[in-house]
């Protein structure tokens, strides 16, 4: 199967990985965590449907799945 018919036929799939679908509004992510970073931020609604730990601003409402090296989080 070319990888040109992968593209246009079968978008979940890219390359040879597949991709995670949001069941909210139907973005492709590459990753899980991606996935649930945007349902976080985007379809905070759905946010008990995330299965990572979710970290959050001290200062602020910013919530995200990733840690980052800031002083606020």
């Known amino acids: 199967m ?3 018919h992968l593209m246009i ?3 979940e799939i890219s390359g040879n990985r597949i991709l ?5 509004c139907n973005k492709t992510f590459k990753s899980k965590q ?7 931020k985007r ?5 008990a449907s995330v299965s990572r730990k979710i970290h959050e601003c ?5 919530k995200t799945t990733y840690v980052r090296c800031s002083g606020n989080i």
């Open 20 to 24: 995670t679908r949001c069941i909210y």
């Open 43 to 47: 379809h905070p609604d759905f946010i």
């Open 2 to 4: 070319s990888q040109e």
């Open 34 to 40: 991606g996935l649930d970073d945007h349902i976080v």
């Open 9 to 11: 036929k079968h978008p």
């Open 58 to 62: 001290t200062q602020c409402t910013y």
